[in-house]
């Protein structure tokens, strides 16, 4: 028997150009595959700029991005919108290769200034443009936050579309149920003496299938949290890093979510709100008119301008007012309405190249033209400390000068500044269906809420603790 | 040439086709799971450093509300998904196993539900449970709805949320229905003919000899089912953020909350540590099974 290996059924050549097609190939890979160009092929600095926004809202800032880099022949920005961003970004900047420019949102500014992954803008704005002073007061915070090291606030974001919340009522509703249109709610008590007389069912009976409801809580849903702030409480004191969840203001907030749902009967709500449409619909409940008031932001009136409905020459004819928040009758103040703060924020990831052309970029979007054009076309507030007058005159949203006010008023509110917020807000998201659904008390559920979150805290300054920057 | 050079030739000739396979197998799966593993020892944010914590991650499991939560949720899910499934598909497998007409339809039938993604599946389900327009609900409303009966809020009531995932996953167990299919048509005709003349009832023969026959593919199917089981995590996902007035946690399952430590709570240390307890679970529940098969599967030979 020969000791030598059978011929291989390729033959010698085809495995010599089988190896060699792999190591060229690895080679052709390695040399033209694919990676992100950073210089243009006009020798321009090239930025990538990663958002989140599609539709409309995208348009409205590629619209100043085209019109950034025909300003100037130094840097080209490419816009890429990005679904997931927050968690791409992060993985992005982990990894060590992140966009030169993200946008994100006002809550994810704690985690990423504690730990460094963004750059502290007022390092690189060299010529002051865009100073935290630049924007509303209520705006300001949510630019800060303390270097980890230093303990000194920074700023680490600018605003580049702003969000407050406020109360939209229909007005055509509100005449149909005998109440003034002219005088919306102002304060807790009101509101619910308005949801009692603007409910409708298809028949008798406190359970009996809801046509129409006032006021839920839980619609859209997109801030869970915020019940308590209308008497008085607040969440976290970050002074002391505590979670405040089950304080009293709290849980009489949030009290008042179950007697709500209770009022409207706990299995007939629950029915009619599953036949709600999608926000971004012609069903939208409040379009519709299956809801008389809901909490939204500035950008509900490009919703209703879409798709609401229209009078006979085509132009939207939905009856609507806006106006602050109600709180208790003790909190009511017209001068100083109480609201929530809720923006779109730009930052510059830790690692990129060209910072300084990062901050070109970002002082361009930052002129006042920029800023309210961009607000404009998505139908939100402007978050600068001045508005001009033809902004507030063109605005889409019937309601700006409210929005405004709130923006403007020293008693708004934020998401707290926490890293551990992300996991509290859905301790919150969880607890306030359970609510809703009269599963647990108010007290019991926020007692547990308070005790988890400060485990997440706790967690966090340990975290903080063991890098040598615990607050401390 | 000699035989050790000959031999070199030939080993060296295998490596190369195999390299592709050996370069995926270490890159991406055996090198991430060795990082994954001194992650699980580590306090890792991901945007800093990880920091050696020893067993830290795993005492926190302990003592975590959330982490027994999902993992009792997961547990349950898999303990009502697995007999049903396993039920189900055998029982449809039966009966495409019989000679009808149009077979191959209701083959396809079945198994067309396994080639739409899940993201698809749980559109469509969350349209189909709706509380108020869903085709279900409707359904109830026409037959009961003389007496009074309405159809529930399957996917906002938290009670019900676990039956709507389970009845949700059922529907795509067409990969089982096919696969037991192909072994129920493997059990010998004559075998069956023979034990009917025997005085064999039908249930009986499937007992005494169709389940020993196709038990080693029962083996087979019990162990996906059960590692899909405690990975569920797209069609809760998806389904929970998207129904209006539902407790999302009520549809929390094993790896959601996984993914969320490691990409929303930046705590990629304790997710290492999860998934670690997920696979060493995994693993403990297949060696259970392979012991019960000793005694319990039917090998020829």
């Not at chain 1, 709500?260 to 619909?281: I, M, P, Q, R």
Request: proline letters at 6%; one cysteine or more.
């Amino acid at each position: 028997m020969s000791d030598e290996a059978p011929p291989s059924p390729l033959g010698q050549m085809t495995r010599r150009t089988a190896l060699g097609a792999l190591v060229a190939g690895g080679i052709g890979f390695a040399a033209f595959g694919p990676r992100g160009a950073k210089e243009s092929a006009d020798g321009r600095i090239v930025l990538d700029y990663w958002e989140k926004w599609t539709g409309h809202e995208a348009r409205a800032m590629m619209k100043l991005v085209d019109a950034f880099n025909s300003s100037q022949k130094r840097i080209r920005v490419r816009y890429l919108t990005t679904a997931g961003i927050d968690q791409k970004a992060l993985i992005s900047i982990a990894a060590g290769d992140p966009p030169d420019l993200v946008g994100l949102w006002n809550y994810n500014v704690p985690q990423y200034a504690e730990t460094g992954a963004i750059l502290p803008l007022d390092e690189l704005d060299t010529k002051g443009e865009v100073r935290a002073e630049r924007f509303a007061q209520g705006f300001r915070p949510v630019l800060m936050h303390p270097d980890p090291h230093t303990k000194k606030e920074r700023q680490w974001a600018v605003i580049n579309t702003g969000g407050v919340l406020a109360l939209y009522y229909n007005k055509q509703l509100f005449r149909e149920a005998g109440l003034d249109p002219e005088r919306p709610p102002r304060t807790i008590e009101e509101l619910t003496a308005a949801n009692t007389r603007l409910i409708k069912r298809s028949k008798p009976g406190s359970d009996a299938p809801l046509e129409r409801a006032g006021f839920m809580q839980t619609e859209p849903g997109w801030w869970s949290w915020i019940w308590g702030y209308s008497f008085g409480g607040s969440l976290y004191d970050a002074g002391n890093d505590r979670c405040l969840a089950a304080s009293p203001q709290n849980v009489a907030g949030f009290e008042w979510v179950q007697r709500t749902s209770e009022e409207l009967g706990v299995e007939a709500n629950k029915t009619f709100k599953a036949g709600f449409g999608n926000y971004d619909s012609p069903l939208n409940a409040f379009l519709t008119g299956k809801l008389a008031m809901v909490v939204q932001g500035p950008w509900l009136a490009n919703v209703i301008n879409a798709h609401g409905p229209k009078d006979a020459s085509g132009r939207p004819s939905l009856d609507y007012g806006v106006v602050p928040m109600p709180v208790t009758a003790d909190l009511y103040d017209a001068n100083h309405p109480v609201g929530l703060i809720d923006c779109d924020i730009m930052v510059v990831p830790r690692g990129v190249k060209h910072p300084e052309a990062c901050m070109e970029f970002i002082a361009f979007l930052q002129r006042q033209e920029n800023v309210e054009a961009m607000a404009l076309a998505h139908y939100k507030s402007s978050p600068l400390a001045v508005s001009s007058k033809a902004f507030l005159e063109n605005h889409p949203n019937r309601g700006i000068l409210t929005f405004d006010a709130i923006a403007k008023s020293d008693r708004t509110y934020r998401v707290p500044r926490t890293r551990a917020w992300p996991q509290i807000k859905d301790e919150l998201d969880a607890g306030l269906q359970r609510m809703w659904s009269l599963e647990r008390s108010a007290k019991d559920e926020l007692a547990m809420i308070e005790r988890r979150s400060q485990e997440y805290l706790d967690t966090v300054e340990a975290q903080r603790k063991q890098r040598g920057y615990g607050r401390a | 040439m000699s035989s050790r050079t000959a031999q070199l030739k030939r080993d060296l000739t295998g490596w190369i086709w195999v390299s592709p396979w050996l370069f995926g197998f270490l890159v991406f799966l055996l090198g991430p799971m060795l990082v994954s593993l001194y992650y699980s020892f580590t306090d890792y944010p991901l945007l800093e450093p990880p920091i050696w914590t020893g067993l830290a991650n795993y005492r926190r499991m302990l003592t975590d509300d959330t982490f027994r939560d999902v993992l009792w949720r997961t547990a349950r899910f898999a303990i009502l998904f697995i007999p049903l499934a396993t039920a189900l598909s055998l029982a449809i497998a039966g009966l495409l196993n019989e000679r009808v007409k149009a077979g191959g339809f209701f083959q396809a039938a079945v198994f067309i539900p396994t080639l739409v993604p899940m993201a698809g599946s749980a559109m469509i389900w969350l349209w189909m449970l709706n509380g108020e327009y869903g085709l279900i609900n409707q359904v109830i409303k026409a037959v009961l709805g003389w007496a009074g009966v309405t159809g529930p809020n399957w996917l906002a009531d938290s009670r019900l949320a676990m039956a709507s995932i389970v009845m949700i996953s059922l529907w795509s167990i067409g990969q089982m229905v096919v696969v037991y299919l192909a072994a129920l048509k493997e059990v010998p005709d004559e075998m069956l003919e023979a034990a009917a003349l025997d005085g064999m009832g039908p249930i009986r023969r499937f007992i005494s000899i169709v389940l020993p026959m196709i038990s080693p593919v029962i083996l087979f199917n019990v162990i996906t089912l059960m590692i899909g089981a405690l990975q569920i995590f797209a069609i809760p996902y998806i389904i929970s953020a998207a129904t209006p007035g539902g407790d999302p946690r009520s549809m929390y399952f094993y790896t959601m909350y996984m993914y969320d430590n490691g990409f929303r709570y930046g705590q990629m240390g304790y997710a290492s540590a999860q998934a670690w307890v997920q696979l060493l679970i995994t693993l403990g529940l297949t060696a259970v099974m392979f012991l019960a098969s000793r005694k319990l599967v039917h090998y020829r030979s």
